[in-house]
């Protein structure tokens, strides 16, 4: 009888081990299965999208007008990646950091200086998730040999226009005429006009003739909730604060280790809490400009030691 009871523990130690055998294999495709999606960010359809937006939002910066045609040029460029490469993934910030060879095929009708409707570069570029959850946010480096070009964009005299959303059927014979306005540089000279009489100078018209801010903050401006949020989208000033402290935040936490992580991902949540306290623009610049002399402090103190 007792060897019948030695028999019968002996069995059950034995399928418990191959029980926990099996589960431990089972977890193993699913930890690969992780990586797998890490490395997909760097190569889908849709960080791609984000890039070329990314590319097209800078170049707009760097020209410094000319927005709708540009907005227009995006919808009918392609952004194509060779090689992406994941390089780093930070699994506590969700952050992912890839490599690969970026090339931006332009449409008929438009090229760059040199007559060019293809750019290339080697860049690195990080995936943030968005606070508000809408997806990555894009941060680009070396792609100053696309963004550059881009600015400098001008009508061919061969190809198609693109359609506009807003224009009128195109008329035979205007085709050429059209694609001239897709981006056509501001000219100089202007019909002449009768002299205007002169407009009062008062605090609305001093208002309307500040030159139109053209920087998106980090964040997705449709889900902002927040009063500083939606302040920040509302001010191109206050945006570009936005993107400054997030690029100088996110290059922190790439060179950081788990300690300055900590405080970094601590002192940031302060800082959210003390812009959405804030009732004025002023005090919302400032705590942006306060964050960055923030970081600057970290990033000094890991210096020191």
Do not use: W
């Not at 995006?74 to 969700?94: C, H, I, N, Q």
Request: include cysteine.
């Amino acid at each position: 009888m007792i060897a019948g009871l030695f028999i019968l523990v002996l069995g059950i130690l034995l399928i418990r081990e191959r029980g926990s055998a099996s589960e431990q294999r089972a977890e193993k495709p699913t930890a690969s299965g992780a990586g797998g999606d890490v490395e997909q960010r760097c190569a889908s359809q849709q960080t791609y999208d984000r890039i070329k937006l990314e590319l097209f939002r800078r170049a707009v910066e760097t020209r410094g007008s000319g927005r709708e045609p540009f907005d227009r040029l995006s919808t009918y460029s392609v952004a194509r990646m060779e090689r992406p490469l994941l390089t780093d993934y930070d699994k506590e910030l969700g952050t992912v950091r890839c490599s690969g060879r970026l090339s931006l095929d332009l449409p008929p009708g438009v090229a760059v200086v040199g007559g060019r409707r293809a750019l290339s570069a080697d860049i690195d570029y990080l995936l943030q998730p968005a606070a508000d959850g809408s997806g990555d946010v894009v941060m680009l480096e070396g792609a100053d040999p696309i963004i550059i070009p881009l600015a400098t964009l001008a009508p061919t005299s061969s190809g198609p226009a693109l359609p506009s959303s807003s224009a009128p059927a195109a008329i035979p014979g205007e085709s050429v005429t059209r694609s001239s306005e897709v981006l056509a540089p501001q000219s100089s000279q202007t019909p002449a006009q009768e002299p205007a009489p002169p407009i009062p100078a008062t605090r609305e018209n001093a208002q309307a003739e500040r030159p139109a801010m053209t920087s998106r903050p980090s964040f997705n401006c449709r889900y902002a909730r927040t009063r500083s949020e939606i302040a920040v989208c509302s001010d191109g000033r206050l945006a570009a604060l936005d993107r400054e402290m997030a690029a100088q935040y996110l290059r922190a936490i790439a060179n950081a280790d788990a300690r300055e992580r900590r405080l970094l991902t601590s002192t940031r949540d302060q800082f959210l809490r003390h812009r959405d306290r804030c009732t004025s623009e002023a005090c919302i610049a400032q705590s942006y400009r306060g964050r960055m002399r923030q970081i600057s402090d970290i990033e000094a103190s890991r210096l020191r030691n």
